[in-house]
């Protein structure tokens, strides 16, 4: 090899890292000023008129991810009082959301029962199901727990996350002798 072999080697590597990670920055930033719009053009909306439940469920979701608990819960709620809102499906998405959005608060007792709305709305919804799984861990609930993930298994057997749950709080549960 010659002298100039490794250094064009090298640049030519770094030119390489350097497009993957601009090719990912502006992927992300692109993905940032959608969602931004979105947020935007939904609060506009919607304080202008009355707007559907898609609308306010939408605008939750965004503010869910930006972890924005309290305003997403009042949007969700919204949701729910909206009179276009249509099918047993999408009330479950919406007590869903409204129980993660409690539970990223911490407030597990008011989780668990918007999970619940939703499974009686949805009985086999698995999300449902593993979060309140989740919020029945973090109460300490170790038997409703176990049973949460095992209805997840009867509708989903190969879940990982319900699986591994499950394995873990059984291991817990195993009296020492």
Not at 33 to 54: P, Y
Not at 61 to 68: A, C, D, M, V, W
């Amino acid at each position: 090899m010659n002298e100039l072999s490794f250094p064009v080697l090298y640049l030519s590597l770094l030119v390489a890292l350097l497009t993957t990670a601009a090719f990912f920055l502006v992927r992300q930033v692109l993905k940032t000023r959608r969602v931004e719009t979105r947020l935007n053009e939904l609060q506009s909306k919607l304080s202008k008129e009355k707007g559907a439940a898609q609308d306010h469920y939408e605008l939750g979701s965004i503010l869910l991810e930006k972890r924005l608990y309290s305003q997403a819960i009042a949007r969700f709620q919204k949701a729910l009082k909206s009179k276009d809102l249509a099918g047993e499906d999408n009330t479950a998405l919406i007590y869903n959301a409204l129980g993660y959005a409690y539970a990223a608060q911490e407030q597990f007792d008011l989780a668990i029962r918007y999970y619940k709305d939703a499974l009686d709305q949805q009985p086999g919804y698995v999300v449902a199901l593993n979060n309140l799984g989740f919020s029945y861990e973090k109460k300490q609930l170790i038997t409703q727990a176990i049973e949460s993930y095992d209805k997840v298994l009867a509708v989903e057997p190969n879940n990982t996350v319900a699986k591994r749950r499950v394995e873990s709080l059984r291991k817990r549960m195993v009296p020492s002798s």
